[in-house]
């Protein structure tokens, strides 16, 4: 709280929404240059160009754009995804690669 407040009074502005100009695995990302990206432990991308992303600082946070090939996930339900398609968990458990069911 007390951070906030400061960098609320130093006018600074941590999370900032950028287009990535060119893609990778290190993206350069408006005009801040080549950023690394957080991700969780098991998960790496490289970006592609043109993506809209949040950074924080000098790093990418988060992807800003929806994909349009995937379905409309249910409260809960996880996503995988890449140029080449996407893996759907579903609630019930239930697998979908690229449209197509998996049940295991």
């Known amino acids: 709280m007390w ?6 009074e130093e006018g600074k502005k941590l999370l900032t929404k950028h287009t990535v100009t060119v893609g990778g695995e290190k993206p350069v990302v408006g005009d801040k240059g080549k ?3 957080l991700m969780p432990y098991g998960l790496f991308s490289a970006l592609p160009s043109g993506k809209k992303v949040f950074a924080l600082e000098e790093k990418v946070i988060g992807n800003v754009d929806v994909p349009e090939n995937i379905p409309k996930l249910e409260s809960g339900e996880v ?14 458990g239930e697998i979908i690669i690229n449209g197509k ?3 295991i």
């Open 101 to 103: 069911s998996l049940v």
């Open 3 to 8: 951070l906030s407040e400061k960098l609320k």
């Open 79 to 92: 996503c995988l995804y890449g140029k080449g398609g996407y893996i759907l968990i579903k609630n019930s």
């Open 35 to 37: 950023l690394d990206s």
